[in-house]
């Protein structure tokens, strides 16, 4: 999205400087053909920013544990997974999209609304979002706030992790 800005932002300033130049000769000796550049000068900068606007509300799609999936032991190091380390490589906005791939049957996915239920692994406080049956699962963060995911299985040994969602522009999302 820093791109499309970015992107937009010199596109504006092209113009503009363009306009610049050219606006005492064009608008003395020719007023219609200013009027129909600064009319498509408008279209152009209103199309660049509401694609950045679409592309902020899309949210970026993410596979909690890289290709490792959601697992207790990561099968190419042979140690217990780091789902705080993957999710603090991270910034993780509204309408962003955790895919959660595992072996089925042998793992569940909770989220909990309070950390303090988080940090004690108490499921009984926690919302089970996926028994484990499949072999994924997609959540979606629709509003800012604090996420808090563990495992039904594996929790008390660390398999979870906690992040802060941010409202991105254009969003909509909120604290509601």
């Known amino acids: 999205m820093e791109q499309t800005s970015s992107s937009c932002k010199a596109i504006g300033i092209s113009v503009l400087e363009a306009l610049d130049r050219n606006f005492t000769a064009t608008a003395l ?3 219609p053909r200013m009027i129909m550049t600064s009319s498509w000068v408008a279209v152009c900068l209103i199309l660049c920013f509401s694609s950045q606007l679409a592309s902020a509300q899309e949210g970026e799609t993410y596979w909690v544990g890289n290709s490792a999936g959601w697992t207790y032991i990561n099968a190419s190091s042979g140690k217990p997974a780091d789902y705080s380390g993957w999710a603090s490589l991270h910034q993780f906005y509204v309408n962003d999209i955790l895919k959660f791939h595992y072996e089925p049957k042998k793992q569940s996915i909770y989220l909990f609304s309070k950390k303090e239920f988080w940090d004690t692994c108490d499921l009984a406080n926690g919302n ?11 959540w979606t963060l629709a509003k800012e706030g604090y996420y808090h995911f563990a495992s039904g ?14 409202k991105n522009l254009g969003t909509g999302g909120g604290n509601d």
Do not use: M, P, R
């Open 29 to 31: 000796y020719n007023t």
């Open 128 to 138: 089970l979002l996926d028994g484990g049956t499949s072999g994924s699962y997609e």
């Open 153 to 166: 299985i594996h929790c008390d040994k660390g398999q979870k992790f906690s992040f802060f969602a941010v």
